[in-house]
Nanobody, 119 residues
């Protein structure tokens, strides 16, 4: 069974930075597409960005383009989300998720990490 554990969340002032990490265990990390989702209070969970097993990056939220960067280190079975110039609107629980090759949905999820940006 694949386990995903996020870390790096916290409280930061607007304009600050955080780097989230998601460590995977129990599966073949290098073959998974990895995504970062977020869910703000009273809003639906949304896919922010993802990185394929080949390293192709897609950003789905226009508001984070140029500020958030996803990356992966297959040797460490870890995916990262570097978040710069944070805004109060980025406040949410951030989840990482893994999708197996050929899967139509994300198969494995982390427990989430809270990011709070104060104004």
């Amino acid at each position: 069974q694949v386990q995903l554990v996020e870390s790096g969340g916290g409280l930061v002032q607007a304009g600050g930075s955080l780097r989230l990490s998601c460590a995977a265990s129990g599966g073949t990390f290098s073959s998974y597409t990895m995504g970062w989702f977020r869910q703000a209070p009273r809003k639906e969970r949304e896919l922010v960005t993802r990185i394929s097993w080949t390293g192709v990056v897609t950003v789905y939220v226009d508001a984070v383009k140029g500020r958030f960067t996803i990356s992966r280190d297959n040797a460490k079975n870890t995916v990262y989300l570097q978040m710069n110039s944070l805004e109060p609107e980025d406040t949410a629980v951030y989840y990482c998720a893994a999708k197996r090759a050929g899967s139509l949905k994300y198969d494995y999820w982390g427990q989430g990490t809270q990011v709070t940006v104060s104004s």
